[in-house]
């Protein structure tokens, strides 16, 4: 199938809602073919309300966190109870999603963001966290939800930055139902070689969180846009690309919210703008 561009919903909003639901429809005026909805415990919409007017209009959904997930919840955890506990949180999502008809739940799943660890990894982490991912993917797949790991920098995690360490871990995790999600964001301060980043994960490669390195408009940075577009064009991708930032003009007061999540400049002061010249640099450089 050919490849399906979307966005995530903190291009429009700070929170996903039942009075959000227009935004399904500026999305799909737009072109747009997939919606990304961060959940979280304080996330609170009717879940029939959004798949009814997401299928009405033919636009696929997925999920990650993003909301509030409590920080002992954690697959990676040394306490086996909060291993236990993250486990049945990440779970509850899954079941939020198929309840929306999600096709994907998407993260840095095996972790939490925003814990990093300054110290040699003990022997037994990975083995747990694959673990627990392996449970995960299998709880995904009864539902019909693809579970998708996304690798991220290492001021937001110490378990999984690379592409070759997101597919060690999904090995040693062995379910079929695991997959990856690269972010060109993330990417920037971990690896040199982007289509060997591509070619790394090609065959559990579900999707692309698309912006530069800024997280303003993908192109006029340094993310190497042209090395990204011609692996993925080798390997025939047919996956799931998603603009991805934070809204820096919405807010009370305007701009506080992509201030809340760490933004201090103006990455994305105009949603439509940024999906319109996203989407259009992305599918130009993928064009054979």
Request: charged share 20%.
């Amino acid at each position: 199938m050919p490849i399906q561009f979307g966005a995530h919903c903190y291009l429009f909003t700070d929170r996903w809602a039942d009075d959000r639901l227009h935004l399904l429809d500026t999305a799909r005026g737009m072109g747009l073919e997939v919606w990304e909805i961060s959940v979280g415990d304080d996330v609170v919409f009717t879940p029939a309300l959004t798949r009814a007017r997401a299928e009405a209009l033919g636009l696929a959904l997925t999920i990650s966190p993003g909301g509030d997930w409590p920080i002992s919840f954690d697959l990676s955890a040394q306490d086996a109870g909060d291993r236990a506990r993250g486990l049945a949180w990440h779970k509850k999502q899954v079941d939020l999603g198929a309840e929306l008809g999600a096709v994907a739940y998407t993260g840095a799943l095996y972790g939490h963001p925003g814990v990093v660890e300054r110290r040699l990894r003990p022997p037994e982490e990975l083995g747990r966290t694959a673990e627990g991912l392996h449970a995960l993917a299998a709880h995904g797949a009864a539902r019909g939800i693809k579970i998708v790991l996304e690798p991220m920098s290492h001021f937001r995690t110490d378990l999984v930055n690379t592409p070759t360490q997101l597919m060690d871990l999904i090995a040693l995790a062995d379910h079929p139902n695991l997959w990856g999600l690269l972010d060109t964001y993330h990417l920037v301060t971990e690896i040199r070689d982007y289509a060997a980043a591509v070619h790394t994960t090609a065959p559990r490669l579900w999707g692309l969180h698309a912006c530069e390195n800024d997280r303003g408009v993908p192109g006029g940075g340094i993310v190497p846009w042209e090395a990204l577009f011609g692996a993925l064009r080798e390997i025939a991708f047919e996956g799931v690309v998603l603009l991805e930032t934070y809204n820096s003009a919405i807010g009370d007061p305007p701009g506080s919210f992509a201030v809340g999540r760490g933004m201090f400049h103006n990455p994305c002061p105009d949603a439509a703008a940024f999906v319109r010249e996203g989407v259009g640099f992305v599918k130009a450089g993928l064009e054979p």
